[in-house]
C-alpha cells in the first residue's frame, strides 16, 4: 500500500502500511491485520480494531421534554439511561440519513429537519476510540412505540441532570440546554468513570 503513519510529525518514527487484510468483520467492530515496516526496517504486524462511528439523536416535544431509552447494558449488567443512538454501520448511508434511521427503529418516530450539532469523540483503552455525530430534533411525526432495546420516556429537561445517564452525556446534554454553537467534545473513560472532558482544547470538570 506504501501509505505512511506520521506520528508526532516525526519522520525518523514514523512506520510503513505494507499489506491490509481484514481478519474479523462482526456487526459492531470489525479488526485488520496489518503488516507494518518499522523504522528500523524489521516487520511485524498490528491488529487494529475499527469502529464505525455513530449518531445520536436528542429528541425535543413541543413541551420541552428529552426523550430517553432505558435499556439494560449487558457489559455493565445495570440498567442505563440514553438518548437514541446507533451505529454507523449502513454502507452509504449518509450522517443524517443514519440519525433518522435509528430514531424511527427505536421509537416510531419519524425525524425532520434534523440539526448537526456536535461532534463527541470517546475515548476508553483498550477499545477503540468512537467517534459520535450528535443531533437535535424538535420536528418529528408518527407514534411513539417501544422497541425491543428497552423503554422510552419523555423526561423534563431540568429532571435529565438527575437521571442515572453517563457523565460525558450530561456534559453535551448540558451544552444543548445552554444552545451552544457546533463543538467539538473529548471524552476519556476509565471503565465507566468519566476522567477527562475537553471541549474545543479546553478542559471541563468532570463532575
Not at 432495546?149 to 451544552?175: A, C, H, M, S, Y
Request: charged share 25%.
Amino acid at each position: 500500500m506504501g501509505e505512511l503513519i506520521e506520528h508526532f510529525e516525526d519522520p525518523s518514527i514514523s512506520e510503513r502500511i505494507l499489506s491490509s487484510t481484514r481478519s474479523f468483520e462482526g456487526r459492531l467492530l470489525k479488526v485488520d491485520s496489518v503488516d507494518i515496516e518499522l523504522p528500523n526496517g524489521h516487520r511485524t504486524t498490528h491488529e487494529v480494531v475499527r469502529h464505525p462511528g455513530a449518531v445520536c439523536v436528542v429528541a425535543l416535544d413541543d413541551q420541552g421534554r428529552v426523550l430517553v431509552v432505558r435499556q439494560y447494558r449487558t457489559a455493565l449488567e445495570r440498567v442505563t439511561v440514553e438518548v437514541p443512538a446507533g451505529k454507523l454501520d449502513h454502507p452509504g448511508e449518509d450522517r443524517a440519513e443514519a440519525a433518522r434511521r435509528e430514531l424511527r427503529e427505536e421509537t416510531g418516530l419519524t425525524m425532520h429537519a434534523p440539526v448537526y450539532r456536535g461532534i463527541v469523540d470517546f475515548f476508553c483503552d483498550p477499545w477503540p476510540a468512537e467517534r459520535m455525530h450528535l443531533y437535535t430534533c424538535t420536528d418529528f411525526t408518527g407514534t411513539l412505540t417501544d422497541c425491543n432495546e428497552g423503554t422510552l420516556e419523555w423526561v423534563p429537561k431540568p429532571e435529565v441532570e438527575n437521571l442515572p445517564i453517563w457523565q460525558g452525556d450530561k456534559i453535551f446534554l448540558r451544552l444543548l440546554a445552554e444552545g451552544a454553537p457546533f463543538f467539538h467534545l473529548e471524552l476519556t473513560y476509565h471503565g465507566d468513570t468519566l476522567v477527562q472532558a475537553v471541549l474545543e482544547g479546553e478542559t471541563l470538570p468532570c463532575g
